[in-house]
């Protein structure tokens, strides 16, 4: 984090800081996002000597700015700078108690953020995403490849109808995301390449028998 607020703070770097929930090994890690979010400051991120040199460093720029370089402009023209300069984007997946446990422990995390909530692609993108994917795997023909890529589009479709029915007959909810989406296609490529392996080492046994 230092590293963050000193590219940011006394060199004016813009940064984006990518942050996802899997990353959350502890969850008093969020207490520091949260002063984060809602200050722009981590309390005690800091001793008072490396305190002193960020001022001493700065105090020349806030002179510039036509500002008095007291102690506390100093203090308050870095932090500033860091607001304006780092950016947090944090990926929390909303699946279970969790992510509203944090919401409500860590109230920065929806009032000091703008949140982007991804919905269920459509199946445009769906079929985009499968193409985008398949386009290195080796087809007899790009209509084989066309025709893998709508099918795809249509399992995944196919399950989260299927989920909006066990929902609503055993009150349970079954999460198809768009990450299964993508573990799917890899899946479907981990498998084709395992049966054309096994298939390549069956022609090879049965060309090696006959010679």
Known sequence: MTQLYSGTGLKGNSIVFLFTDQQIVDEHMLVYFNDLLSSGYIPDLYTPDDKDNIINAIRPEVKAAGLMDSRDNCWDYFIDKVRANLHVVMCMSPVGD????????FPALTNCSVIDWF???????????????????????????????????????SVEGMTEGYLAQERRNVYTTPKSYLELIQLYKRLLQQNSDHVDALKTRLSTGLV
């Open 119 to 157: 919905h269920s692609w459509p199946r445009e993108a769906l079929i985009s995403v499968a193409q985008r994917f398949l386009a290195d795997v080796p087809m007899e023909t790009d209509e084989l490849r066309e025709n893998v890529a709508h099918h795809m589009a249509f399992v995944h479709e």
């Open 98 to 105: 969790a992510f509203r446990t944090r919401c409500r422990k």
